[in-house]
């Protein structure tokens, strides 16, 4: 079976946990194209004046100013970047923050489960002079730099997710350990779902009933575990559909369904399209 195209960080440094580069400097005055492929590490594009379109998981958004583009590892995209645009990109590893600091590893799981952020000039305005000190850690590398940029990248996440707070409305009954249930559900999900996909089995997994699983997903996403269960089965057949040349019966296969007739149907059920048509007709 073809796998999804995915790209690791290019240039050797911080032992290849983290990279930064200015947009301009990327772009040289042309133009970036990019096809649907993947990533083993996180991807932040953080642009001050944006020109283009942007496709992640199948999402489209049009390019724009004070537009941030945040991807977890494993997720697909394509891009097409016009000249004039500014900003930063930035590739790091997951371990670029160890698993002992919490915190830390806390803040970046919450600022990356939503892929796009558009704020106004005066908030893009505080998220960029974080960057731009970063960008200068990161090329002058003066002693204990990477502690600096750790510690950078920490408070970014933090202005980030105030950002989001400020925008969202509170939700009635959240709590810190509900939110993190959620999380906890959802990275099991990605790890897990080509093997188990009741609900029961991840309720398990996590030492909770059904029930409590199902009013954590209903009261932060309005969405019961099976909806979502069945959403990012959907997605990861997309994207091996759209990114690799794989039979549908491979794609079957790996996802975890031996009867590929039962695939089919359950894929058709929840787009409307037969995963042949889907891969034809997606543009």
Do not use: W
């Not at 998220?127 to 960008?135: E, G, H, P, S, V």
Request: aromatic share 12%; net charge positive.
């Amino acid at each position: 079976m073809r796998k999804i195209p995915v790209r690791q960080i290019q240039e050797p440094s911080l032992a290849d946990h983290f990279n930064i580069k200015a947009i301009e400097a990327l772009l040289n005055g042309g133009e970036m194209v990019q096809e649907l492929h993947g990533h083993d590490f996180f991807y932040l594009l953080v642009l001050k004046k944006g020109i283009g379109k942007h496709e992640i998981d199948f999402t489209r958004y049009e390019v724009g100013d004070s537009m941030l583009f945040f991807m977890r590892p494993g997720q697909v995209h394509q891009l097409n970047l016009k000249p004039g645009s500014t900003g930063y990109l930035l590739q790091f590893k997951p371990d670029l923050f160890d698993v002992q600091d919490h915190s830390a590893v806390q803040l970046l799981r919450q600022a990356s489960r939503q892929n796009f952020c558009k704020t106004d000039a005066n908030q893009f305005d505080k998220l960029d002079k974080i960057l731009t000190y970063i960008f200068k850690e990161f090329t002058d590398r003066q002693e204990g730099y990477l502690e600096v940029i750790k510690a950078g990248m920490h408070v970014f996440f933090i202005e980030l997710l105030r950002h989001r707070q400020n925008k969202q409305r509170p939700i009635k009954g959240a709590s810190l350990y509900t939110q993190e249930k959620l999380e906890q559900f959802v990275e099991l999900l990605e790890r897990k779902f080509t093997t188990d996909k009741r609900v029961d089995q991840y309720a398990g997994l996590m030492n909770l009933s059904t029930y409590q699983l199902a009013a954590i997903t209903k009261n932060l996403l309005n969405k019961t575990p099976s909806e979502l269960i069945n959403e990012y089965i959907i997605l990861e057949a997309k994207r091996q559909l759209l990114a690799t040349s794989s039979q549908v019966s491979q794609i079957a296969y790996y996802l975890g369904y031996e009867d590929i007739s039962y695939f089919i149907r359950f894929f058709k059920k929840h787009t409307g399209a037969s995963p042949e048509a889907f891969r034809k007709n997606f543009k």
